[in-house]
């Protein structure tokens, strides 16, 4: 079992950053591939990024590569989501979820989810 909690969601100007975290309680985090997802008004739940257990290998959408930085903190049992250069096309909630036995870019695959964090960019 592995509960989520996710952080550092607000409102922020078009061209600004956010730094969401994501801390994790229960055993298995630390050997759990990680991801966030995120879901506009209206809109199905999209894929962001994804990062396996060790660290070592990291995944993007399109629609942020080269913007956000996935990473982290097994010691800190934390996951983070660097979010740079954001615009208001960003604008969601931001959740965090854990995938026990690998990683990826599906959300079906991913057990337990976090009870996610808003972010609203303004232009």
């Known amino acids: 079992q592995v509960q989520l909690v996710e952080s550092g969601g607000g409102l922020v100007q078009a061209g600004d950053s956010l730094r969401l975290s994501c801390t994790a309680s229960?055993?298995?985090?630390?050997?759990?591939?990680m991801g966030w997802f995120r879901q506009a008004p209206g809109k199905e739940r999209e894929f962001v990024a994804a990062i396996t257990w060790s660290g070592s290998r990291t995944i993007y959408a399109d629609s942020v590569k080269g913007r956000f930085t996935i990473s982290r903190d097994n010691a800190k049992n934390t996951v983070y989501l660097q979010m740079n250069s954001l615009q208001p096309e960003d604008t969601a909630v931001y959740y965090c979820?854990?995938?026990?036995?690998?990683?990826?870019?599906?959300?079906?695959?991913?057990?337990?989810w976090g009870q996610g964090t808003q972010v609203t960019v303004s232009s």
């Open positions: 229960g055993p298995t985090f630390s050997r759990s591939g």
């Open positions: 979820a854990a995938h026990p036995t690998g990683w990826g870019s599906s959300s079906s695959d991913y057990r337990y």
